[in-house]
């Protein structure tokens, strides 16, 4: 986040920014004359202008409390083909994901980081970059390196997951987001053929819920995108 050194008391009043900011205003690319949303001492938001030098800012719009999720909102879509994938990246920013974990999968797009412009380090950061830029969001969700289901299952976690399944039994998604609402929450997306059997036994042996958008097959872009919409419609229900 882009941090003020103290919380603005009016409009169009300049406040210093702190002074360990340089790093994180490279992240943003910021420049002189550019509206970012930037967080005071008390964690309050506000829209703020960058003046020369980066410095200083002028602040000039306060925004919601709301603006970022309370906790940890992460996606975990296998890979699909390259639009599909760009499309899943810029709508899960829009949406509030705070994290992105890119999965390889049995049926999963095979990933070749020379072909089809699907280079994470550039490609997939820009629109990142971009659509978080775009819809105001305080932090750029971190995008973490391509990583096979398995390595991924046997890393240590303090969330909750839960994979988007077309088969029975599986839990509704808000009914499942309702227990875990307080708490880090990661959902993971399968690849246009579904899950493997032998996935599906993986991730239930890590005790992650079979969840549900309802009865209709869905293309993996589409599961992605409601899903998140659902959590994020959700969170601030609960706010």
Do not use: Y
């Given at each position: 986040?882009?941090?003020?050194?103290?919380?603005?008391?009016?409009?169009?009043?300049?406040?210093?920014?702190?002074?360990?900011?340089g790093t994180t205003l490279e992240r943003w690319q910021a420049r002189p004359g550019d509206v970012l949303t930037m967080v005071d001492p008390a964690g309050r938001y506000f829209r703020a202008r960058l003046l020369p030098r980066?410095?200083?800012?002028?602040?000039?719009?306060?925004?919601?409390?709301?603006?970022?999720?309370r906790h940890?909102?992460?996606?975990?879509?296998?890979?699909?083909?390259?639009?599909?994938?760009?499309?899943?990246?810029?709508?899960?920013?829009?949406?509030?994901v705070t994290e992105i974990y890119p999965l390889?999968?049995?049926?999963?797009?095979?990933?070749?980081?020379?072909?089809?412009?699907?280079?994470?380090?550039?490609?997939w950061n820009?629109?990142?970059l971009k659509a978080a830029r775009q819809c105001r969001r305080a932090i750029i969700p971190r995008l973490h390196p391509v990583q096979p289901l398995d390595r991924f299952m046997a890393g240590n976690s303090d969330e909750k997951r839960a994979f988007l399944d077309a088969y029975e039994p599986r839990v509704p998604?808000?009914?499942?987001?309702?227990?875990?609402?307080?708490?880090?929450?990661?959902?993971?997306?399968?690849?246009?053929?579904?899950?493997?059997?032998r996935e599906r036994q993986l991730m239930s042996d890590h005790h992650i819920t079979a969840v549900s958008l309802g009865h209709r097959i869905l293309r993996t872009e589409t599961a992605a995108i409601a899903a998140l919409a659902v959590v994020a419609t959700l969170d601030s229900t609960f706010t």
């Open positions: 986040m882009i941090r003020l050194a103290w919380s603005p008391s009016r409009r169009e009043e300049v406040v210093a920014l702190e002074p360990d900011m980066c410095m200083e800012a002028v602040v000039f719009e306060s925004l919601p409390a709301e603006m970022e999720p940890p909102r992460r996606l975990c879509p296998v890979i699909p083909e390259r639009e599909r994938m760009l499309l899943i990246l810029q709508k899960a920013v829009e949406l509030g390889l999968s049995e049926r999963g797009q095979p990933v070749d980081e020379t072909r089809h412009g699907q280079n994470k380090s550039s490609t820009r629109i990142i998604l808000p009914v499942w987001h309702q227990h875990h609402r307080d708490q880090p929450m990661a959902l993971l997306c399968g690849p246009e053929g579904g899950w493997s059997d």
